[in-house]
Nanobody
């Protein structure tokens, strides 16, 4: 499975941004797709995850209620809609996938895309 993340950029606090992750290859091998982020000087952290075949969705407490993960099975794309962005959301965001049906740790994901940088100014 190959993953290509896009959509990052520089925004102001309170703004919204939508990240996309295009999946290709043997996408039928993947059951869970997730977003992780790595802020400067910090370890990579779980943000959200969704099962490819439908609900449920999973969120980190820090983003629940502000971020929404979704997938478009026709376009083979996973989205992360980020609303009410805060400066502490600044990070490189990565999409990932794995054959398992759940995972909230980066070690649980087999396939990774390159990161896309999100910068939120105050």
């Amino acid at each position: 499975v190959q993953l290509q993340a896009s959509g990052g950029g520089l925004v102001q606090a309170g703004d919204s941004l939508r990240l996309s992750c295009a999946a290709s290859g043997r996408t039928s091998d993947a059951n869970i797709f997730g977003w992780f982020r790595q802020a400067p000087g910090k370890e990579r952290a779980f943000v959200a995850a969704v099962r490819w075949r439908g609900s449920p969705t999973y969120y980190a407490n820090s983003v629940r209620g502000r971020f929404t993960i979704s997938r478009n099975s026709v376009k083979n794309t996973i989205y992360l809609q980020m609303n009410s962005l805060k400066p502490e959301d600044t990070a490189i965001y990565y999409c990932a996938a794995d054959p398992k049906t759940y995972g909230d740790r980066d070690v649980e994901y087999q396939w990774w895309g390159q990161g896309t940088l999100v910068t939120v100014s105050s």
